[in-house]
């Protein structure tokens, strides 16, 4: 039951983002304040800790890494997504949900980068932390 509910928050926001032009820079810092699903939707309301777009070496804010941490320690459901570079400087989208069972669905996708194999992986992950850099990493996953 919670894996079909982690599903279908994952799916949902598969089809939202294919729907929504890519983010040209950082959203500011009021978009990361929670924003409700729509009222018809049957899933909790997923926290949006922001979408953000990297340049080559650059780190993510300290306060949306904040509230994904924040969000999955309580066990409530949130979003983060980054996009960043490869080495070789093509675009590599990674989105991060958690929800409330403290799944994290993670999904790296690097569809642009020819280094990265042209693929998405997806997995799921029971733990996360940050690093010193202010990126995220994941213990206890598996393949999707």
């Known amino acids: 039951m919670v894996v079909m509910r982690l599903v279908g ?3 949902l926001l598969v089809v939202a983002g294919c729907a929504a032009p890519p983010s040209a ?3 500011s810092p009021s978009a990361a304040t929670p924003s409700l699903s729509p009222a018809l939707s049957p899933e909790p309301a997923v926290s949006d800790c922001g979408s953000f777009t990297l340049r080559q070496g650059e780190e993510m804010p300290e306060p949306p890494v904040t509230c994904f941490l924040d969000a999955h320690r309580a066990k409530r459901a949130a979003r983060l997504e980054r996009t960043a570079p490869s080495t070789e400087g093509n675009p590599v989208r990674e989105e991060y949900v958690t929800d409330d069972s403290g799944l994290i669905a993670v999904t790296i996708d690097m569809s642009q980068d ?4 042209f693929r998405i992986d997806r997995k799921v992950c029971t733990e996360v932390a940050a690093t010193a850099t202010r990126s995220l990493a994941f213990e206890g996953c598996k393949l999707r």
């Open 9 to 11: 928050v994952v799916l």
């Open 25 to 27: 820079g950082p959203v």
């Open 114 to 117: 020819p280094y990265g194999g």
